[in-house]
């Protein structure tokens, strides 16, 4: 679904981000067209005026009435350059009278001011200053600018295309985090459920085993037969609470990290010894069961990924920052890079038949039951791999 998933993504995006652009781009050349239009006919509306105009009251009063209706920016400078009218850039248009204009050096210092000629020198190059004339001399000039709404429909295309992005990168991650929990859900109820159709039989078993008890049986015999059903009584009992029956009570780590490991040793663990670092005494309040079955699933993935010739496989445990850390290292062949993003967030597994439930189960217990965090802090084929977990400690 993922591989599908994301070049439909782009395809979607591009088809988006294009179109946007073909329909923007026609409104952007009418709009510019337009602008440069208007300035052309105000540029002679004003060469006229100056003409006809009796005095410099009554050219910047019809400068100003004029320029009332422009929405964008354009200033009107003499042919020195300093402004005269101007309209949308930032400064009220009657701020100065045309006394105070003829003086500039006057207003050298006047922020606004300042600010009428600094939209000058950026308006200047946006688009050549259409000269105003009077008769054949050049009296003034006209410098324009384009209205707000075309910076918006310039960055359209790109707004529309980050909004995608964000949209489909939600989707994919909402659609990610339903199938884990969907899957999460699935094992759960399978795992109840079993605890649930298994518990009569053992129960019964456990009953007729009593009963064996007190016949002439080889003790061995009886021996063997209670560890396993204990070992199997056991599993249902973590089975049961995975889907929601936890007891919660203090666990001392150390003493549950050996207990596991002697129980390892009794079932899979073959050729291979376990080194135990347990630096620091961590009590936590948790699932005893439960946090076993967690360390045993990445003990029994570190055997099954151990290498032919001197396997290794170290357990640490100490505190840092007010958690317990415990480590689990081996030597073996590893997680490749391309498979470490589903650890923990779907079934994975490295075994031909294996079904990948271990760390998908191991990180509920870690981090939804003990509010704790699960993690693979590196991984170096045949060299080092290291699942760290970190637990609060009491």
């Known amino acids: 679904m993922r591989g599908r998933f994301i070049p439909y993504s782009l395809l979607i995006l591009a088809f988006l981000t294009i179109s946007s652009m073909l329909m923007t781009q026609p409104v952007i050349?009418?709009?510019e067209e337009e602008v440069r239009r208007t300035s052309r006919v105000i540029a002679r509306l004003f060469s006229t005026l100056i003409i006809s105009a009796l005095s410099q009251e009554e050219v910047a009063h019809n400068l100003r009435e004029i320029l009332k209706e422009v929405d964008f920016p354009?200033?009107?400078t003499d042919e020195m350059g300093i402004p005269r009218a101007w309209q949308r850039v930032g400064v009220d248009p009657k701020k100065f009278s045309p006394q105070e204009l003829n003086n500039p050096i006057l207003l050298k210092d006047d922020p606004d001011f300042k600010k009428l000629l600094w939209y000058i020198g950026r308006l200047g190059k946006i688009h050549e200053p259409m000269p105003i004339r009077k008769g054949e001399d050049i009296v003034g000039y006209l410098y324009y600018g384009y209205p707000p709404i075309l910076d918006y429909l310039r960055v359209l295309p790109f707004l529309l295309m980050i909004v995608g992005i964000l949209s489909f990168t939600g989707l994919f991650m909402a659609a990610r985090s339903i199938q884990t929990y969907q899957?999460?859900?699935l094992w759960t109820s399978f795992a109840k459920g079993l605890a649930h159709q298994?518990?009569?039989?053992?129960?019964?078993?456990f009953g007729w085993f009593e009963l064996l008890k007190t016949q002439e049986v080889d003790p061995q015999i009886l021996h063997g037969m209670e560890r396993d059903l204990?070992?199997?009584?056991?599993?249902?009992?973590r089975f049961s609470r995975?889907?929601?029956g936890e007891r919660l009570s203090p666990v001392d780590l150390g003493e549950m990290i050996q207990s596991t490991v002697e129980e390892s040793r009794t079932r899979f663990l073959k050729g291979i010894d376990v080194e135990l670092r347990l630096r620091d005494k961590a009590v936590v309040q948790g699932d005893r069961e439960l946090l076993s079955w967690a360390v045993e699933n990445l003990i029994k993935n570190a055997y099954e990924a151990r290498k032919p010739a001197n396997p290794r496989i170290t357990i640490d445990l100490f505190r840092e920052d007010g958690y317990?850390?415990?480590?689990?290292?081996?030597?073996?062949?590893?997680?490749?890079?391309d498979k470490r993003k589903f650890l923990f967030k779907k079934s994975f597994s490295t075994k031909e038949r294996g079904w990948g439930m271990g760390l998908v189960l191991t990180r509920r217990i870690?981090?939804?039951?003990?509010r704790g965090s699960i993690s693979l802090v590196k991984s170096v084929p045949f060299s080092e791999t290291v699942f760290e977990i970190k637990l609060p400690v009491l």
């Open 29 to 31: 050349r009418r709009v």
């Open 74 to 76: 354009i200033i009107i």
């Open 183 to 185: 899957l999460e859900t």
């Open 198 to 205: 298994m518990g009569t039989p053992v129960s019964s078993l």
């Open 230 to 237: 204990g070992r199997l009584r056991s599993i249902l009992s």
């Open 242 to 244: 995975i889907g929601g």
């Open 324 to 337: 317990a850390v415990i480590r689990v290292t081996d030597n073996g062949k590893g997680i490749p890079k």
């Open 366 to 370: 870690v981090e939804e039951v003990h």
